[in-house]
């Protein structure tokens, strides 16, 4: 664990002014921002999550638009005006963030960015002035809970909320689902990842509401551990989630989910949640859904499904494979991490404007990457680790990809690791 605390240390400091430095200017895509104290939050590796962030935004604000005003081709430009698109980001250090929102998405109405530490919100004023973006952003001097909880009433929702916090986002999400305008979007951050990964399955439950398990394929599972985290705190109010792209990345992850309001459609949680078991021996992992839909025979709703539950446990005492035992973790979300189409105009958005992201390229392979993922295949194995299990040398991932196919089955990357085998065949065959 000190390793990992020193590593967070590194990372918060990332950032550091000379002796006798009075302030340091910082360029990021359209922004320029200048910063006087060490006190206050910047860290340039994360580059990368703002311009996903605003390529994202991007193309949500008119998506979010069309669906509001009921048409979904041939905006006008005044139409594009009617609706109204704020963001609140609710944890905002130096207001780097807001402003290149500000600056480089089209159509915003109002960003407000918001910290409770006093120093960061002289820091957010300075830049907003330094940067012309007064029109826009306002600076916030708030706790992020207590401002989102001023703005849950549906008149006064945010169509945008970004957390992006220190560490773990989970004291921030009752108040984010419930200050999110419906068709709204949930951008959020975490960067536990040492407890997401399964050093600390009973810190995990504590902040997240699910077991970590120490596994190959962590960096998804912590995907799904955040994602089930959000639904079950937007459920408590009648409103569930659609997750729109999860990516992980670097020290951190980061998804970007769609919030709606409806009881019937929380019914369906537990159909996408599942409980994960992972043989201690050879590490194979089964899943047990906690829910289940079958069709309604009754005649009166023939379209509509009913809810049952799945038969358990869906492992023996021992292991089919290795004759080990099991450990249980989760729950995790098990239905799909990205809405496809939503990816590919992302990326669309992205090559056809790449001079307006300094991390282009890498924006541009990893949501091909994304586009590639077996959408209903959670989880997926490592290459070498799954060899060494059967302790045969490891192949070329493309030869045991073709033996994948030719065998009938799907086989794909995860953009979440490099050799990793996302398939739908099973652990063994019959
Ligand atoms: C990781 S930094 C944010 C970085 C920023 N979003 C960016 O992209 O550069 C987290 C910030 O959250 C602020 N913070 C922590 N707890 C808060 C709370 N309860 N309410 C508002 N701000 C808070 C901290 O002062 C810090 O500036
Ligand atoms: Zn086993």
Redesign the pocket.
Known sequence: MKLLQVLTDIFKRSFIMEPGEKCKSIIEGLAEIRVKSNK????PV?EFN?DLSIAVLSTYVKEYKEQKIGKTKHLKDCELHDVPFTIL??????G??SIRYAKEIPNITKIIA????AQ?VDTIKENITYNSVGNLVDASHD???MLMYKHKNPRMRFAAIDL???GCPSIFLDAAVQSVQDYGILCVTATDMAILAGNSPETCYVKYGAVSLKTKCCHEMALRILLQSIEHHANRYSRYIEPLLSISADFYIRVFVRVNTGAQQCKKTTSKLSMVYQCVGCDTITLQPLGATKPNPSERNPGQLKFCLPAAPSVGELCLHCNQRHRLGGPIWTAPIHNMPFVTRVLEYVTENPHLFGTAKRIAGVLSMVREELPDVPLYHILDKLFGRVHIQTMPILIMRSAILNAGYRVSFSHASKLSIKTDAPARLN
């Open positions: 206050v939050f910047y860290n994360q703002r980001e609710a944890l905002s250090a130096t780097l963030r918001n910290d409770l530490s960061a706790d992020a809970c992006d916090p220190y």
